[in-house]
């Protein structure tokens, strides 16, 4: 019999569908597909994979209210927020289909009147993708609209947790004239669909986002067939607040970096660091703001913050909380929590901590949850040495009208993003991606097709 998966809607333990887990066979074949498949779209001209892009992109908006809420039920999210994705997530084809249409070449000059030297691109040929549960339809169009642009096959493992929004999205590729063997979902755990994966001399490219162990296991694994490797890790972000900050448009930024996808981003911010003559005042405004936020099931179109995506999850930030507590953190609001295992529902109320110290978990891991803790600094100096102090380098996030405090921590501060005065960051068209062990290349923008090409260098002599 078939083992499947239950996906259930974490904001009510409900299952919402259950969904087959591939065989190793499946799978297996899935990637020798793959393989055929690049070999005649690749060959396909950039202008149709543009057309083929741009008509995925339009069938997903025309069925925009079914992914949001397919989405909703198997994440939390709320439904606003849904929406907002599918948008976001097209936004990735769109840009992509352009792009496709710009793989440039060049010709050097020779230093001989007799050669000449010219560059191409291709694709680089299967990609095996593995992405996470928090952005079921962005993680996985940030990756699937440049390989499909440059020329690449295209297979997806989408999240146990969140599979739904992504089979849809790959059956709307094939609605919409994209080859079914060009872009291909395969469901079942991680660890063995990734062995699979990593192990097959078809696939030519490894693109994964989640946790930073899972990337640094894939990149060992990636090594005995020199696969390339694109990893979105995990995220640390500080925000900083300088003394001369704007508080209100502070706060209101922080809010939307932090409590998004109930704090389950990878970019959000996970410690607010506040210069020591505006914390009360900058606290004060925070809690008045988050205490208003409204929790419940995504699917009510008043909830704010949904449920965190699992026990797991869940238990992660109640345990962080408590770590800090303990350690001497003062509770500013929230730190009430609704889980309940067996129900399999799991709310943690919107929370502030003051008076918090390196010491503590949530200073030093990624917290994927609705907490800001927030701690002070001096001087600006100090407040980078604070920042930069961890092994993450993903985004970072400072609140400043002094250009030269601007330019200082724009200098200074070790992320891959950063927004001056910006809580949220990320677009279609410019380079996301991590520094340290936030991960390897970028995705969005120009940059974001570079991994999915390999570069051709030819030398014509005897002329
Ligand atoms: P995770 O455990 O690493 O899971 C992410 C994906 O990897 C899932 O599809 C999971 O499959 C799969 N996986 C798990 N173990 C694996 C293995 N041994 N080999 C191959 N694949 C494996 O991450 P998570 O905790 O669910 O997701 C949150 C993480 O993603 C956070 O650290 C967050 O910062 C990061 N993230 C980063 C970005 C970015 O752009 N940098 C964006 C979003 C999220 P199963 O579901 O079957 O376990």
């Known amino acids: 019999m078939s083992k499947m998966l ?14 087959r887990i591939n065989t ?15 070999k005649d779209w690749s060959k396909v001209n950039a202008h149709e994979r543009s057309r083929l892009l741009k008509k995925w992109a339009n069938h997903i908006q025309e069925h925009k209210a079914e992914i949001a809420k397919v989405m ?29 249409k710009r793989i440039y070449g060049r010709t050097i ?20 993708a593995i992405t996470p549960w928090n952005f079921p339809a962005a993680m996985m169009t940030r990756k699937a609209a440049p390989a499909l642009a440059a020329g690449c096959s295209f297979i997806v493992k989408p999240a146990e947790d969140t599979p739904l929004t992504t089979i849809r999205l790959v059956e709307i590729a094939h609605e919409a004239g994209i080859p079914e063997d060009v872009v291909q979902c395969v469901n079942g755990y991680g660890s063995e669909i990734g062995e699979l994966f990593t192990n097959s001399d078809y696939v030519r490219k490894i693109t994964f986002t989640g946790s930073t162990p899972v990337g640094k296991h894939l990149i060992k694994n990636s090594a005995d067939t020199v696969k390339h490797v694109s990893m979105e890790l995990g995220g640390h972000a500080p925000l900083i607040i300088a003394e001369d900050a704007d508080l ?20 959000c911010a996970n410690r607010v660091l506040v210069h020591e003559n505006v914390a009360k005042e900058f606290s004060d405004r925070l809690v008045e703001e ?14 704010q913050v949904g449920p965190v995506i699992n026990e797991r999850g869940f238990e992660k930030v109640v345990s962080q909380i408590d770590d800090a507590t303990k350690k001497g953190a003062e509770v500013l609001c929230g730190n009430q929590f609704d889980g309940n295992r067996e129900a399999g529902y799991f709310f943690i109320y919107p929370t502030v901590l003051g008076n918090v110290s390196e010491d503590m978990k949530m200073m030093q891991e990624e917290t994927f949850g609705p907490v800001v803790p927030i701690t002070t600094f001096k001087d600006i100096g100090e407040a980078v040495q604070i920042a930069n102090s961890t092994p993450y380098g993903l985004a970072a996030y400072f609140f400043t009208n002094d250009y030269r405090t601007g330019s200082y921590l724009h200098e200074n501060l070790d992320f891959g993003i950063v927004g001056w005065n910006d809580g949220a960051p990320s677009a279609a068209h410019a380079p996301f991606g991590g520094m340290k062990e936030s991960g390897l290349g970028r995705e969005g923008g120009i940059e974001g097709i570079e991994p999915y090409l390999e570069t051709k260098y030819l030398s014509v002599g005897g002329l």
């Open 72 to 100: 909703t039920m198997e994440s939390g999210k709320p439904i606003n927020e849904s929406l907002g994705e599918v948008d976001y997530a097209t936004s990735y084809i769109d840009w992509y289909a352009e792009e496709a």
């Open 248 to 267: 209100h448009f502070a706060v209101q930024q922080t809010m939307s970096s932090k409590f998004r996808n109930a704090g389950q981003t990878c970019i």
């Open 109 to 128: 000059p020779a230093n001989t009147e007799s050669k000449r030297i010219v560059v191409t691109r291709q694709p680089v040929g299967l990609v095996a």
């Open 6 to 19: 239950q996906v259930k809607n974490p904001a009510t333990g409900e299952l919402v569908q259950e969904v």
């Open 24 to 38: 190793e066979e499946e799978i297996l074949e899935t990637l020798k597909k793959g393989d055929a498949a690049f």
């Open 290 to 303: 988050v205490a208003k936020l409204k929790v419940g099931d995504g699917l009510d179109k008043q909830t």
